[in-house]
């Protein structure tokens, strides 16, 4: 058990450092930087001569890290270890760290609310559908979820956006709550963050709860053909006891795995929603480091979300062997040979396809 | 759906563990019941935010005198903000400027010379000096009075950040309470003095910025800007640049809590989405605000057009662009207005001067003739109250710039290139071109091709490239349009790799000569010499070019010699006669749109200035028009 | 094979919504291959051909710069389809090839191999993706399948890898091996029919999957907007303000139902494949 438990948490942490240093020089090899982004703007905005731009920017920027490559990394991969992440290039002053800790709660409110909605709506849906599969219900509900699982996220953001906050002013057109209400524990602005919050969470649910759904459903499905589901048959049981008893615990088990997994990846699947809403989320700030070349902000949110996938799949490691003994100690699992538990779910984001 | 199966497998290893058959009744119960309570909150958040929108917008459609708010829209949002303006103030709230603090006076546009006085009451030129006395009645929103103190500090940590004005002065002392005095460098022009003051120079409170303001600070951007003016490349290696580069860091590092103002309004809050302001009674001229509230919406290009056409938004100005439907569909609306304010930025089409074919000077020319300018402009913004038209001579200076400086027998003696692909043939003719089977072949034998370079955010100017492609595809040149995401479009730009590209957004200044300056063939675009880009080609044209009325001169180092050095006067019109001829034949690039500021605005609750009022196109950025027209009483709530 | 396809079709006419969906895709892939044969976008015209409504020369209207919609749809599916279908090419191909390797040869091929699909697996895609785009910005069809496909195979390389082990372990291979038969042999003629029914359905969402990344990544305006195709259609449609006039809504929807169409088509299609090769699912 114990050496289990070591190799897993030692895989997990060689792969957050080779991730770290990917990520760290393929940021480092993207052509133009933050000071060609900063007299871009400089330059639109009108007033400023030439010279004056690249006197400013260079003022601002003096300090770019100007030290051999394999020297900044090592600086890197210390200061990480430190929890230290760096200064953020577009905004002087502010630490990487602050700024992830201000869009990091976002995030998982918006995106851990609509993982729990579609969860919860996917699975009752599901075991219905597979309740009752000759129904004209289910056949229809099928046709439904199935529809809605295939349609881009961002396509419901936007039909969302026009028919909910432009033509009917129902819900506000973006951002996290209303500017000017006191942040903190106080109804006003608690309120305010709901409402804001509806549209992303839904663009998020209304695509992801069909592919609940349906996975509980096939899930189901395939627990009703199994042996000791139709022995129960065989013995006469009732088809209701059958449904809770054999079939309904058998095939949610596999649902709970996979939604501890796709916690984990959560902050990359916010990327388009956020930008759509202006939600200053994860997704929105790489985004924005991504356009303005703020490498060390975009760093800062690869590693996050890297070591938020990396953390939910370990958990999800250490809790395997509590539900199935044979993981931890092989010589009494059927092949012999040990393998990841991990390798029957190579899907584990229900929501965007295999891309996401 | 690949891992049903997968799902399968696992679950043929699965057995049913003994122990969890009783609870599983109460399991799946649970199961449903958490359900249940997803879609009932969901229902409930549902309706109270129906509930609570509505009463938002009625409290907006019954505003009354007393507590009006203004919804201004403008399409630069912010992904994040800091309340220090000396970070980048790329990230200090645009909504700040004029609203919350009071620029020092506003340029009454395009001239050059004559400003609105705003916390600048009044200012007088004697000699080398310039005098500005501020206005004695402003306070700061903190309770204590503007004195010559803030706007002195507020100068020396702006020459951390190398602002203009310290390229201007020797030094800035003050005269009493309200008064401070500036002193011009020899040769300079008091004129350039008061524009660089007045355009770029915001006074912020000494109470909350005068600690990083030591008399060491002072000391080191004096000796710094006077070695600067003689020995720029010692200076940067000097000890006070060193010193001030520390400072800086030092200041950027402060993250103030709120925005302390001298303007009208106060800041309440701000989010990725909007900012909140509300009139501050402290306000020296608060009599004549009347418009209680403002909120700022900061959106992408599209979501401004639909806040104006859904009602939300009473205003917008400053890099609006409505797409010709939107403009249609808003003029249908009876309270809605939209002007069109010639004269902010222009559009070039640069070729790659330095690389085959378009090193010719024919071929550049019969470029000019083979892009379908009108075309290009009137399909993607319109021709009425267009967010650009086509200019009238392809010389580098928008119209208005152009007629300011430009007699009309200079202009008319200009090319102005129409459409015209005969005349295009015979000038790739010349240059060695011929066209075979319906397709132009280079000199050295291979089809000739274009890819038109666009830089993928710049969304409207991608419709004018998609008609150029067309019409040079049908003239017989393979064409393909490419648009490449923003900061890798600046450096393909720098490294001069591109063919043909789009150059935006400068040349919008009354000022010929920086409009020169800026342009693609200007130092930051072409031979760069400092900077980021040092040492790259860019545009690749000259570096000696033959200048008429210059001579041969090295177009970088004298445009940039010349804005320092030349005001509005007769020298000035003499060299944008030279530089218009030069650009209009030896078309370095070629100037295909001249933008407008659209302003739209809706009458529905505010009281506006007639169309035709001066004060549209005096006062060019929108939160300055808003207080200005107040104070002028030309702008109010119904 | 015949077996194969008598049942596939069995299986489609009993489920109309698959059927549907195997019509669909075909309908799609015809148009890919020969739409652009029969029409050709028209040069601009003039500003008053803007947004018209539809009529019989343009069966759903015109574009903000007066091109028919219906010929724009026509043109741009075969650059979309293209690039989903090189991307799940190569997803699937890449994974499958580690995958049966990984597992049949074991020791430290094995590890190393896990340990980068471990990787691939960890690293956000699409972020990583949108990057990767920005940086490169190709407008090639194959650069953007590969960029697309960066992460993608991992899952499935697993997943072969888990089924070449149970294989591995079966009986026929045993006796595969026992009487010495080469190893491409082991794998071509015995391992890849086995996890063949994964593949073919990876394959299908690889494609849905690839095509989702792709018209996001236009949307964003990640990758080059060159030429026509329906992620670039309602990228400009946006910048237009499509959505906001009613007239050009037509603009804005068309592209957008164009995509959701087809991904549903291939999701449907697959349910089939789903149920063809997993008989658990057939007990009705």
């Not at chain 1, 058998?250 to 795995?257: C, G, K, M, Y």
């Not at chain 2, 938004?313 to 609306?333: C, E, K, R």
């Not at chain 3, 449609?237 to 959505?243: E, P, R, V, Y």
Request: charged share 10%; proline share 6%; with cysteine.
């Amino acid at each position: 058990m114990i050496s289990y438990v070591g190799k897993r948490v030692a895989t997990a942490v060689f792969i957050i450092f080779v991730v770290v240093s990917l990520s760290f020089f393929m940021v480092r090899l993207m052509p133009g930087n933050v000071m060609e982004f900063l007299e871009n703007q400089l330059a639109r905005q009108g007033d400023l001569t030439t010279q004056q731009i690249q006197q400013q920017v260079n003022a601002i920027y003096g300090v770019l890290p100007s030290a051999p490559v394999w020297r900044q990394y090592l600086e890197y991969i210390g200061h990480i270890c430190q929890g230290n992440f760096g200064t953020s290039i577009s905004h002087p002053g502010q630490s990487v760290a602050h700024i992830i800790a201000n869009a990091l709660p976002w995030t998982i409110f918006s995106v851990g609310v609509s993982l729990i909605v579609s969860f919860v709506v996917g699975i009752a849906v599901g075991t219905v559908m597979a309740a009752a599969q000759a129904s004209r219900f289910t056949k229809f509900i099928t046709l439904v979820v199935s529809f809605l699982s295939a349609v881009p996220n961002y396509l419901i953001a936007i039909l969302l956006i026009y028919f909910l906050t432009d033509t009917h002013r129902l819900f506000p057109q973006g951002g996290a709550y209303e500017a000017g209400v006191p942040i903190g524990w106080n109804l006003p602005f608690l309120s305010s963050v709901v409402r804001h919050s509806v549209l992303p969470i839904a663009s998020y649910a209304i695509v992801g709860f069909g592919g609940w759904a349906l996975q509980m459903k096939g899930s189901a499905i395939s627990t009703l053909g199994a042996e000791y589901v139709r022995v129960a048959e065989a013995r006469g049981l009732g088809r209701r006891r059958i449904m809770q008893s054999y079939v309904g615990r058998n095939s949610l088990l596999p649902q709970v795995t996979l939604l501890a997994l796709s916690l984990g990846f959560m902050f990359g699947g916010s990327v388009f929603i956020e930008q759509f809403f202006n939600y200053p989320g994860i997704g929105y700030y790489l985004i924005s480091a991504v356009n303005s070349r703020d490498y060390s902000l975009m760093m800062g949110c690869f590693v996050l979300i890297t070591v938020s996938v990396v953390f939910s799949n370990l958990i999800v490691d250490l809790l395997y062997p509590l539900i199935d003994p044979r993981i931890a100690r092989p010589s009494v699992g059927r092949k012999g040979r040990p393998s990841a538990p991990r390798e029957i779910e190579e899907q584990p984001a229900p929501v965007g396809g295999t891309m996401a | 759906m690949s891992f049903l199966r997968s799902l399968a497998f696992w679950l043929d290893r699965t057995v049913t563990p003994p122990g969890w058959r009783q609870s599983k009744r109460r399991r799946l119960a649970a199961v449903a019941a958490a359900a249940v309570t997803a879609i009932t909150v969901a229902a409930c958040t549902d309706s109270a935010s129906t509930a609570s929108s509505n009463g938002g917008s009625n409290g907006h459609g019954n505003g009354s005198n007393s507590n009006a708010t203004l919804v201004m829209a403008s399409s630069s949002p912010w992904t994040s903000w800091e309340y220090n303006p000396w970070t980048t103030n790329l990230n200090f709230p645009g909504a700040a400027n004029g609203f919350v603090y009071l620029p020092l006076a506003i340029q009454k546009w395009p001239s050059l010379t004559s400003f609105t006085p705003q916390l600048a009451s009044s200012w007088s030129v004697h000699g080398n000096q310039l005098q500005v006395n501020l206005q004695p009645k402003a306070n700061w929103q903190d309770g204590k009075p503007v004195t010559s103190t803030d706007l002195i500090d507020t100068l020396y940590l702006d020459g951390l950040i190398q602002a203009g004005i310290w390229d201007d002065i020797t030094g800035v002392t003050a005269k009493g309470d309200k008064s401070i005095v500036l002193t011009a460098r020899p040769n300079i022009p008091m004129v350039l003095v008061e524009n660089d003051l007045f355009n770029s120079v915001t006074t912020y409170p000494a109470s909350v910025w005068g600690k990083y303001v030591t008399p060491a600070l002072k000391q080191n951007v004096n000796n710094y800007f006077k070695q600067a003016a003689t020995d720029p490349g010692g200076a940067a290696k000097s000890p006070a640049y060193k010193a001030m580069s520390a400072s800086l860091q030092a200041l950027t590092k402060f993250a103030p809590k709120t925005l302390v103002g001298d303007g009208p309004y106060k800041l309440v809050g701000m989010t990725t989405q909007e900012a909140k302001l509300t009139k501050w009674d402290g306000f020296y001229d608060a009599d004549h605000i009347t418009i209680s509230q403002i909120t700022y919406l900061g959106y992408q290009q599209p979501q401004v057009n639909a806040n104006l056409l859904t009602g939300t938004a009473d205003f917008s100005s400053g890099w609006l662009y409505m797409p010709p439907a939107i403009v249609s569909q808003w003029t249908h609306n009876p309270n809605a207005h939209l002007l069109s304010v010639p004269g902010t930025f222009q559009g070039q089409i640069v070729f790659n001067d330095a690389k085959a074919p378009y090193n010719s000077v024919k071929v550049r020319q019969a470029m000019a003739y083979a892009f379908p300018r009108q075309k290009m402009d009137e399909l993607s913004w319109g021709k009425t109250k267009a967010h650009a038209v086509t200019p009238t001579v392809p010389d580098g200076l928008v119209d208005q710039v152009e007629q300011q400086f430009l007699t009309s027998e200079q202009i008319n003696s200009l090319n102005k290139y129409p459409y015209d692909t005969a005349k295009a043939a015979s000038l790739l003719e010349s240059a060695g071109f011929h066209k075979s089977g319906g397709k132009w072949i280079m000199p050295n034998g291979k089809p000739f091709t274009i890819t038109l370079e666009m830089n993928a955010g710049w969304t409207d100017q991608i419709s004018a490239f998609k008609v150029a492609a067309s019409a040079l595809n049908s003239f017989g040149i393979k064409t393909t349009l490419s648009t490449v995401e923003n900061v890798s479009y600046t450096a393909d730009l720098h490294r001069g790799s591109f063919q043909i590209g789009a150059f935006c957004c400068t040349g919008g200044s009354p000022d010929p000569l920086v409009d020169f300056e800026q342009s693609p063939m200007g130092s930051a675009n072409n031979f760069t010499a400092t900077g980021t880009s040092a040492g790259q080609r860019g545009l690749g044209f000259g570096p000696m070019v033959q200048v008429p009325g210059l001579g041969s001169v090295k177009v970088t180092e004298e445009l940039d010699r010349e804005i320092h050095q030349v005001a509005a006067g007769d020298r000035m019109k003499e060299l944008t006669w030279d530089w218009a001829r030069l650009v209009n034949q030896q078309m370095p690039y070629l100037e295909y749109a001249d933008f407008a500021n659209q302003i739209a605005f809706s009458t529905k609750n505010f009281n506006w200035p007639a169309d035709n009022s001066p004060l549209w196109s005096t006062v060019s950025n929108g939160s300055y028009l808003v207080v200005v027209g107040q104070e002028q009483g030309q702008i109010s709530p119904k | 094979m015949r077996e194969f396809f008598r049942d596939l079709w069995r299986i489609l006419w009993a489920d109309k919504s698959a059927l549907t969906g195997a019509v669909l895709i075909v309908c799609y892939v015809l148009v890919a291959i020969f739409g652009p044969l029969f029409v050709h976008l028209s040069s601009f015209g003039h500003q008053s051909a803007a947004y018209l409504t539809p009529s019989w020369h343009h069966p759903l209207g015109t574009d903000s710069l007066g091109q028919g919609i219906a010929t724009e749809l026509i043109v741009g599916t075969r650059p979309i389809m293209e690039v989903g279908l090189l991307a799940a090419i190569i997803t699937t191909f890449v994974g499958v090839a580690i995958g049966l390797l990984t597992g049949y040869l074991g020791g430290w091929v094995d590890i190393v191999a896990m340990r980068i699909v471990d990787i691939a697996l960890t690293i956000p895609g699409l972020p990583l993706i949108i990057v990767i785009a920005a940086v490169i910005h190709s407008s090639n069809p194959f650069v953007l399948a590969a960029i697309l496909s960066v992460t993608g195979w991992a899952g499935l390389a697993r997943a072969v890898r888990s089924q070449a082990i149970s294989l591995r372990t079966i009986d026929f291979m045993a006796a595969a091996r026992i009487q010495g038969l080469p190893l491409r042999n082991i794998v071509g003629r015995q391992l890849l029919p086995n996890v063949g029914p994964y593949v073919a359905i990876h394959f299908l969402l690889g494609i849905t999957g690839a095509i989702y990344a792709e018209v996001g990544l236009f949307l964003l305006g990640v990758a080059p907007l060159s030429g026509t195709n329906w992620g670039i259609m309602i990228n400009l449609a946006m910048s237009q303000g499509a959505l906001y006039t009613t007239k050009s809504m037509l603009y804005l929807l068309c592209p957008m139902a164009a995509i959701v169409i087809l991904q549903v088509a291939f999701v449907f299609f697959s349910r089939a494949l789903d149920s063809l090769f997993n008989p658990r699912l057939r007990v009705q």
